[in-house]
Nanobody, 122 residues
Framework: QVQLVESGGGLVQAGDSLRLSCAASGRTFSSYKMGWFRQAPGKEREFVAA????????YYADSVKGRFAISGGNAENTVHLQMNSLRPEDTAVYYC???????????????WGQGTQVTVSS
């Protein structure tokens, strides 16, 4: 079993930056893929970014490419999401997720955190 705890959310203005962190505890493996998802009010949860702990390869949704950066690794069991140039449309609850099977990136995650709220005012 893996537990995920997010931190770092908050209220910022458009153009500001925030750094989210996700601490993983329990039995994790270097083959895991770690991801960030978000869900805005009235919308479905969507993929934001992911990183493969085995090789460090990163993946991003088009909407955040060039503004967000995911980092972290199995050594510290932590994954971060650096969010720059935030926009009001980035407002959502952000969830950290972990995936045992490294195949596929955008679905099939096994473990989820409780979420952290990010609010961007215009």
């Amino acid at each position: 079993q893996v537990q995920l705890v997010e931190s770092g959310g908050g209220l910022v203005q458009a153009g500001d930056s925030l750094r989210l962190s996700c601490a993983a505890s329990g039995r994790t493996f270097s083959s895991y893929k770690m991801g960030w998802f978000r869900q805005a009010p009235g919308k479905e949860r969507e993929f934001v970014a992911a990183i493969s702990w085995s090789d460090g390869v990163t993946y991003y949704a088009d909407s955040v490419k060039g503004r967000f950066a995911i980092s972290g690794g199995n050594a510290e069991n932590t994954v971060h999401l650096q969010m720059n140039s935030l926009r009001p449309e980035d407002t959502a609850v952000y969830y950290c997720a972990a995936k045992r099977d490294p195949d596929s990136t955008y679905a099939g995650y096994d473990y989820w955190g409780q979420g952290t709220q990010v609010t961007v005012s215009s």
